[in-house]
């Protein structure tokens, strides 16, 4: 499964224009990072939003934590393609 860990951030520029009109930008993929424990509750991965390629959503939280239950504990889950 790829992770996010060698993924670069967009930049102001590229989240301003990937960010709909209403103020919210549209998460393409969440990826996995192993490079940190949870804010919350110190689980490994944390999730990241892909958009082109790049990380927009830089979380802090596993992903428990994130949605709120327990089958996102697993990467594999949070795209809907499980």
Do not use: H
Request: charge should be negative; charged fraction near 25%; hydrophobic fraction near 35%.
């Amino acid at each position: 499964m790829q992770t996010a860990d060698k993924l670069k951030r967009m930049t102001e520029a590229e989240l301003d224009a990937a960010t709909g009109k209403d103020g919210a930008l549209v998460i393409e993929s969440y990826l996995p990072s192993y490079r940190r424990g949870c804010c919350n509750c110190n689980a490994r991965p944390v999730v990241k939003g892909i958009i082109n390629g790049k990380i927009a959503y830089d979380g802090d939280m596993c992903g428990p934590c994130t949605w709120g239950d327990a089958a996102s504990q697993f990467p594999s889950n949070w795209n809907g393609d499980a």
